[in-house]
T-cell receptor, first 113, second 116 residues
Framework: GENVEQHPSTLSVQEGDSAVIKCTYS??????FPWYKQELGKGPQLIID?????GEKKDQRIAVTLNKTAKHFSLHITETQPEDSAVYFC????????????FGTGTRLLVSP | NAGVTQTPKFQVLKTGQSMTLQCAQD?????MYWYRQDPGMGLRLIYY???????DKGEVPNGYNVSRLNKREFSLRLESAAPSQTSVYFC???????????????FGNGTRLTVT
């Protein structure tokens, strides 16, 4: 099956700094790479995703970059704000005829004012 | 538009008791999923239903059963609860269609289950 490693497990930054979270995966056939944000007491919510035919995708202050050769992808958050504090999960599809997402172990991001 | 609704939000069970977690979605999605979330382990797939009338095992199915009641509803049953099943359970749905096309998951807000 698919193996997904996510680092770091915790990340503390000052407001306005940038934050980077990285995930590595094992299946070279994987072609879809989403990132989810989970706020306290809520379910994860998709914030950005990228498909394997592009190397980078941006949406305002967040971006995802993909290196298919090295089998890793990263979430970049610029100009961090306190409301960015949450747990972030990467995920990779494990395709055996039907998409099933395998999640990383999560990164707790704390943005201090 | 409620999205994915899970009930109950909290539950405490004694070892050996049974219960059913309910999930309903109003987005007309074909596929539904049950995940469990444990500290340091991310989200692990318990069961999924690719479409109405079908269910399949995920990574950690032991001790659970599911029912896809109709297109909207997908329930998870614990027949004889064990302390190892203490977790937060999330239901999700997606508009999974053609093979090979991956679509985002929409999650409910979870059920926090404690088994003593």
């Amino acid at each position: 099956g698919e193996n997904v490693e996510q680092h770091p497990s915790t990340l503390s930054v000052q407001e306005g700094d940038s934050a980077v979270i990285k995930c590595t995966y094992s299946d070279s056939a994987s072609n879809y790479f989403p990132w989810y944000k989970q706020e306290l007491g809520k379910g994860p919510q998709l914030i950005i995703d990228i498909r394997s035919n592009v190397g980078e995708k941006k949406d305002q202050r967040i971006a995802v970059t993909l290196n298919k050769t090295a089998k890793h992808f990263s979430l970049h958050i610029t100009e961090t704000q306190p409301e960015d504090s949450a747990v972030y999960f990467c995920a990779v599809p494990f395709n055996t005829g039907f998409q099933k997402l395998v999640f990383g172990t999560g990164t707790r991001l704390l943005v201090s004012p | 538009n409620a999205g994915v609704t899970q009930t109950p939000k909290f539950q405490v069970l004694k070892t050996g008791q049974s219960m059913t977690l309910q999930c309903a979605q109003d987005m007309n999605h074909n596929s539904m999923y049950w995940y469990r979330q444990d500290p340091g382990m991310g989200l692990r797939l318990i069961y999924y239903s690719a479409s109405e009338g079908t269910t399949d095992k995920g990574e950690v199915p032991n001790g659970y059963n599911v029912s896809r009641l109709n297109k909207r509803e997908f329930s998870l049953r614990l027949e004889s609860a064990a302390p190892s099943q203490t977790s937060v359970y999330f239901c999700a749905s997606s508009d999974q269609g053609a093979a090979g096309y991956n679509s985002p998951l929409h999650f409910g807000n979870g059920t926090r289950l404690t088994v003593t």
